[in-house]
């Protein structure tokens, strides 16, 4: 499996702990960039600018990325444009939220 | 793209906790205070100092220090403007309690001594005014938020100079409009402040544990002007001792409160969260709860009703039902968060943590909402009634689920 993809399924274990939702789901994930030396760069933004869970979410990520082995230096770059809306949450979190 | 920049809080946890213990135990004393007088307030009297001891317990001891601790934790992530100086808060937080304590206690055994105490809560609470201006002074990009949070602050102040020289009146005499100040500094106090307040942390708590999105707001700007010229008008017509200028005023209030619903609704509508969490949905019922009193306030002064234990108890379902109500359904929310900050936010990423609903007992917090509605609404009714009995069991029961309610919150802080 490529770093890449090691580094998007570490992200489902990063549980959103308002909704109780990991960040993938929740589409709050924008990409994920692995460069030639194995250093990440994580584009993510979260549901509202203010969020209170906002540095516990991006310290988690953070940290959930530093386990998988043969990773470099982690960059995560938190952004609000384009802004999170509904339509970017997987059919799965939309039915836990009761939106489906 | 657009960076998210810094926007971490940063608000050492201790601090708004320092205020929300202080504030639970103020709830249950001032409870235990009003049902050690269950008597008088069967009598519809609520001008004597036992039931001023209760009712400050409850309004500066409780709403008040929940309302200084939730600022200290929401305005840095609602504004996105961090507390100016925080060890600057520590000390407020203990001058303000030592001056609400001794303040409350006195009206209740020495009126003619409060004052003393009234000095050193007001020198806690303009600590925090000047706290607030200069954090609220660095917001980069000022919005409706600020707008509410800025008139409640204005209106917190005033509330506290019209009832220093209430404090004053009582040990020295020499004030004659005293019942004018009286009914002027429960109008900023309650509606003013609080209000204002709660309208404008709305605007930021209803989307976000709603999870709402392409909402608009388009009220609240017309919500917050009404309602200070609502606020404006009857005060004047106190002043006037004008029963129809009264009427107008209640009037503009309503109407402004009915913007603010307007907008509410929308967000609600909007919602991504179908199954909203129960205690947020209690704050929400304390919303319509708010418009509810206000129509009621409007119906009794156009219907010409001057009757003292009325609008005593209408104050009172103003304060319970939407104030209260309010901030003991947020409470449900802000305490598993600073808890949850504390304990798990480091731990997030590295092994499981619990979601911020496992942190509360939603079933038990269901049965504590139902008993508040419950001994509200019976007391009210039986106090309009007179009828002692009703009046001693109503208020009997809210003051155990004030306890019981202080006792699940603090629950939380050994999860």
Redesign the interface.
């Known amino acids: 499996m490529s770093l890449e993809k090691k580094v998007g399924a570490a992200l489902f274990?990063?549980?959103d702990?308002?909704?109780?939702i990991n960040i993938m789901d929740l589409g709050l994930v924008y990409g994920i960039g692995v460069d030639t030396e194995d250093n990440v760069k994580i584009?993510m933004?979260?549901?509202?600018?203010?969020?209170?869970m906002?540095?516990?979410?991006k310290?988690?990520?953070?940290?959930?990325?530093s386990?998988i082995e043969g990773v470099g230096d982690i960059d995560i770059?938190?952004?609000?444009?384009?802004a999170?809306?509904?339509a970017k949450?997987s059919d799965r979190a939309?039915e836990r939220?009761?939106?489906a | 793209m657009l960076p998210g920049g810094n926007m971490q809080s940063n608000t050492n946890i201790k601090l708004p906790l320092a205020f929300i213990l202080y504030a639970l135990a103020a709830l249950v004393i001032s409870q235990f205070v009003l049902f050690a007088n269950n008597d008088v307030l069967a009598m519809g009297q609520f001008r004597i100092p036992d039931i001023w001891m209760g009712a400050h317990f409850l309004l500066l001891g409780y709403a008040i220090m929940i309302a200084m601790g939730a600022m200290y934790q929401l305005v840095p992530v609602a504004l996105l403007a961090p507390i100016w100086n925080q060890t600057f808060g520590f000390i407020q937080y203990i001058i303000t309690a030592i001056g609400v304590t001794a303040f409350s206690i006195m009206l209740g055994v020495a009126p003619d001594k409060a004052l003393y105490g009234g000095i050193i809560a007001i020198i806690g609470i303009i600590m925090f005014i000047v706290q607030m201006i200069i954090t609220i002074s660095r917001q980069e990009k000022k919005n409706m938020m600020t707008g509410f949070v800025l008139g409640a602050i204005s209106c917190f102040f005033l509330t506290i100079a019209a009832g220093f020289m209430l404090a004053w009146n009582l040990s020295n005499g020499g004030i004659s409009s005293h019942g004018t100040i009286l009914s002027t500094h429960i109008t900023l106090g309650v509606a003013g402040w609080f209000t204002l307040l709660i309208f404008g942390f709305s605007y930021k708590l209803v989307p976000m544990f709603s999870l709402s999105h392409g909402y608009s707001m388009k009220w609240a700007k017309p919500a917050f002007m009404t309602y200070i010229v609502g606020l404006a008008i009857l005060i004047s017509s106190f002043w006037l001792d004008a029963a129809l200028i009264a009427t107008i005023g209640w009037f503009v209030l309503m109407t402004g409160f009915f913007f603010f619903v307007l907008d509410i609704r929308e967000i609600l509508n909007k919602r991504i969260k179908k199954k909203l969490d129960k205690p947020f949905s209690f704050s929400l019922i304390a919303i319509f709860n708010g418009l509810g009193v206000h129509i009621l306030a409007f119906i009794f002064s156009i219907s010409g009703i001057q009757t003292t234990s009325v609008w005593g108890w209408l104050i009172f379902l103003y304060v319970m039902a939407w104030i209260i109500f309010s901030i003991l359904g947020y409470l449900y929310k802000i305490v598993p968060f600073l808890w949850w900050t504390h304990k798990y936010s480091n731990k997030i990423g590295n092994e499981k943590v619990p979601t911020l609903k496992e942190m509360i007992d939603e079933k038990n917090s269901v049965i504590l909402f139902t008993l508040f509605i419950i001994s509200t609404a019976g007391l009210t009714v039986s106090g309009l009634l007179y009828i002692n009995i009703l009046v001693f069991i109503f208020q009997g029961l809210l003051a155990v689920t004030s306890l019981l309610y202080a006792l699940s919150i603090i629950r939380v802080l050994t999860k």
């Open positions: 274990e990063v549980i702990p308002e909704l109780g584009v933004t979260l549901t509202t600018p203010g969020c209170p906002h540095d516990s979410i310290i988690g990520v953070k940290r959930r990325i386990q770059d938190l952004v609000w444009e384009p999170w809306s509904p949450m939309k939220l009761g939106f």
